[in-house]
């Protein structure tokens, strides 16, 4: 349709019509089963009122999809099609490593490709739009969700949210395969108080600009075609109701030109903030806001037309969100297909096929972390190549030994059970050498997990589980202990206070390692753990994070050394619960920072704790070793605001500065580091970072080879929000650091003049 049509069709639309286009329900008012993502709340609408609804959330399924989209065409007065929306958060039904999890391969091409495969199964099922990329910074583990986010650093999400978007919409959202993307929660929900679920966010503008509005703007930049409103309040405001955040903010200032949808019932929760007295002053706040899509509640449906006719609301405000609904639908191609993609038969070849497993199996090795590798335990050397058979004994043991759900949550597999178990996949390999225990119960027996009672083994199973992994452990040469969270235990609604591994693994691991010091710890997680006292019984410790479909497989693959594991912290790890909200990138502040080797008074910190994390952000291990050369710059002055001044300066500043070292493998294997460039401001009109993360890149070499590293630096990379509001640099002295990880002291000094 020309954008004349569309602007015709808009005309001659009702007002019941067009507030029908902003409101999405779930497959439910069709009569119809869907995934359950927030209370379930009952809606009974008319007939008549069901007609107009413009998109339902929820359903992935591909025969439903096509059945309600051919009623709803058919219904809808002037025959305007659906738009299907669905959480494709880690793979459609080929599952990804966790957001959290990407963000620690530090590579963006990798997740594109795994969002651009997520795209087409989603589309190929019928669905339009993907309730990704979810961009909100994260610097407090306690918190469920920071599992859905790459992680606490604002480049490294820029570039993995840029990336997810051109995955799953490529160079045109009406391609084959493709869907449309929505970044979200616009805005801060990641920095709820004390890491509490649906908690208040109070951020200082400098901190929300400069840090958490990054990402969100990486991702309008890269052209994502909608953006979902938080839960939360910013500043006392709740987003759904934040004109500011949402008209100036996001449409004004980030140059966001989409459709923007509530998050679920968020316009109702107006009422519960205490922001609106009820559901019509809800409405009319959202509306206000800038809020083009109601999801799941009738607050606009019931209300719109009447505070429009009444003059409480103009129609021009429904006009411009309808506007831009309809431009989404014409734009996916929905009005010469209304099914798009949607192809039941087609399904069964794109869902999980190889070439998707394959995609699966290879990027989770990228995303897991080496934490501890005393004495090179891992990788597990099983095979002796003398042809005897006689090589290590090795016990596999743990909850996650015959877990299917090695996914995150927000994946909704049509068929988990048929996702391999790490037993299985230790099986296929046929080695009689390997022993198998279950070892422990996941949880405490009866853990109530956000409505959802668990029954694991009573204390009394407990014992005898570990009793019988104790007598298999003492007969091996090495165990490898498959432990974690609960799936239930991250992801939304989850938060947590404990940051530790539950206390049945804890025991199993106690008793295990007390008999066999080679032992190995696997970890699944959603978010940072308080790990001091595994790593002092653990050997080795890898954390897989939550690793999707061929996770087991992945995980063999790194355990037995066909691959090595190549990610690096995205979020640090903390000491003690205590030390959270924790990030590398903190202000220098007055005082030194506390130490328990030095334990000093009226120092920055706790006194019963190291400052510090237990592991850093960038930290992680591989199978070799790396060395880096010291930094070099091209030039020891950088010309700073107007670049064209470069070289003609007397004081010989350039235009921009190559920051080089070189990387050499120092160990006896192929490996991959990940070099990490971070700048430092050291003086600036609001205090600065300590550092932060401008550059990065994933280098392979082989053993004893050497390769130079060259970061570019340039004036823009040193802008920030300064204390007069403005976005610039400020002349000064800068550190360049590049190394390993966050720690790193290697570095050099340029001025911007
Ligand atoms: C609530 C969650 O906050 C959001 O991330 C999700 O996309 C919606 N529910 C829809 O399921």
Redesign the pocket.
Known sequence: MTAQDLEKLLQEMSLEEKVGQMVQLSPAVYGKDSVI??PAGEVALTEEKTALIGSL??TGDPEVIRRIQKEAVARQPHHIPMLFML?VINGDQTIFPINLALGCSFDPDMAERTASIAAREASAAGVHVT?AP?LDLVRDARWGRVM?SPGEDPTLNARIGEALVHGFQGENVGEPGRVAACL??FAGYGAPEGGREYDNVELSEQTFRNDYLTAYQAAVDAGCRMA?TS?NTLNRVPSSANRVLCRQILRGEMGFDGVLIS??AAVEELISHGIAADRREAAKLAVEAGVDID?MTTCYLDNLPDLVRSGEVPEALVDEAVRRILRLKNDLGLFENPYKDADAAAVQNVWCCDAFRKEARASAPETFVLLKNKENLLPLDVDTGDGSGGGEKILFAGPYLDSHALYGSWSFPNHPEEIPTLRERLEQRGDGRFLYARGCGMLPDKTVLTDHPLSDLTPAQNVEAVDAACRLAAEADRVVLFLGEHIRQTG?GASRTSLRLPEPQMELLRRVSAVNRNTIAVLFTGRPLVLREVEQLAGAVLCVWRPGTEGAQAILDVLFGETEPSGRLSMSFPRAEGQEPLYYSRFQGGRPRFSASDPKAYRIGYIDEDYWAYHAFGAGEGYTRFSYSPVSLSAAKLCGADPDRAGTDASGAAAQITAAVTLTNTGRRRGTEIVQMYLRDRTGSVVRPVRELKGFRRVTLDPGESREIPFVIAEPMLRFIRLDGTFGSEPGLFDVYIGHDSTTDNSAAFALV
């Open positions: 993502t927030g959330l929820g959480d309730f979810m859905e979200k929660h979902m839960f998050d679920y999801m939304e």
